[in-house]
């Protein structure tokens, strides 16, 4: 069935240098992406979302990447800190529902 | 900063009680939601509710699960008869338009509440 996921499960960095998550969807007709943000023992954080008619968009030291051509989503973290390890995921809009990924953990190490 | 805000942070209820958990979504929001997420996977959609009533479920929202606005701030997820796989978390969500209508749907997330079913 269409899903969303995720191509790794943990990904381990050390602080300073750049992060990147990334995610595949199976349904060709998504057409607007979130990336959320979650801390242990808390809820999703929004991060920074994007529209299929875009290929990128930049937030503040967060970048997400859209290949409409391969269903791929990323997430590109710039001068990762110790604050940014939390799980991170990808998910699709449809219609009402958030569709998510499993989730990526990112570890940030000193 | 408005935030969603959810009551309690943990409940534990005995199997085939009743639990109400309970959510104030961000004041001028209008498209509410649940999602749950079992311990070590990823988030799931439970139901969408707008103008008093639900615009979209998926198979997890049974008969055993219900949502209602009692007033104009609160909203409830009730499930009638818990089951020992309802334990998790529960999110309430809200956002201020949703995806057939605007470009962009940013739902904004609760902390969320712990169920636990022994």
């Known amino acids: 069935g269409e899903s969303v996921g995720l191509h790794l499960p943990t990904l381990s960095v050390q602080e300073g240098d750049n992060s990147i998550i990334n995610c595949a969807y199976s349904?060709?007709?998504?057409?607007?992406f979130i990336w959320y943000k979650q801390e242990s023992g808390k809820g999703p954080q929004f991060i920074i979302d994007?529209?299929?008619?875009?290929d990128k968009r930049q937030g503040q030291r967060v970048t997400v990447l859209l290949n409409k051509t391969v269903k791929h989503l990323s997430l590109q973290i710039a001068a990762t800190q110790p604050g940014d390890s939390a799980v991170y995921f990808c998910?699709?809009?449809?219609?009402?529902?958030?569709?998510f990924g499993k989730g990526t953990s990112l570890l940030v190490t000193p | 900063e408005p935030e969603v805000t959810q009551t309690p942070s943990h409940q534990v209820t005995q199997m085939g009680q009743e639990v109400i958990l309970r959510c104030v979504p961000i004041?001028?929001?209008?498209?509410f939601y649940w999602y749950r997420q079992i311990l070590g996977q990823k988030v799931e959609f439970l139901v969408s509710?707008?103008?008093?009533?639900?615009?979209?479920k998926s198979e997890i929202f049974d008969d055993q699960f219900s949502v209602e606005r009692p007033d104009g701030s609160n909203f409830t997820l009730k499930i009638r008869s818990t089951k020992l796989e309802d334990s998790a978390m529960y999110f309430c969500?809200?956002?201020?338009?949703?995806?057939?209508?605007?470009?962009?749907?940013?739902?904004?997330f609760g902390p969320g509440t712990r169920l636990t079913v022994l």
């Open positions: 969500a809200s956002s201020p338009t949703s995806g057939r209508l605007s470009a962009y749907n940013e739902q904004f």
């Open positions: 349904n060709s007709a998504s057409d607007y």
């Open positions: 998910a699709e809009n449809s219609g009402y529902a958030l569709n």
């Open positions: 509710f707008y103008n008093n009533e639900i615009s979209e």
């Open positions: 994007i529209r299929s008619n875009m």
């Open positions: 004041s001028n929001h209008l498209y």
